[in-house]
């Protein structure tokens, strides 16, 4: 029985590639349940299938959002040490008094 080498320099298929894949495939169905009336697929004729349709598009939506970021934490670490929206900073003024009240108190 004759073997075949097989290349050892086969593509490598790294996460990222794979994410931005599932990000395409997902959005590709998003935009295809939107033009699902071009097609003659309209509420009022298939009033079942276009709620679940429509469920189904809001949670590709859901998941094309994780995944992106996703991308952007693998892509960006540096966007890890970024605030938020809904993220608040201590007030530095309320810092500066503690840290001077401890040390009058001398616990540092």
Same mark, same amino acid.
């Given at each position: ?43 009022? #004729? ?33 966007? #890890? ?28």
């Amino acid at each position: 029985m004759e073997t075949k080498d097989v290349a050892h320099n086969l593509p490598y298929d790294s996460k990222v590639q794979r994410l931005k894949r599932r990000y395409q495939g997902l959005a590709r169905v998003a935009a295809a349940i939107n033009d699902l009336s071009i097609y003659g697929v309209f509420t009022s #004729n298939y009033p079942n299938l276009t709620i679940v349709l429509e469920q189904a598009k809001d949670h590709c939506k859901q998941i094309i959002k994780e995944t992106k970021k996703e991308i952007a934490l693998i892509e960006d670490p540096q966007s #890890n040490y970024d605030l938020n929206v809904d993220e608040d900073l201590p007030d530095a003024d309320e810092e500066k008094g503690s840290l001077e009240k401890m040390r009058d108190e001398g616990i540092i």
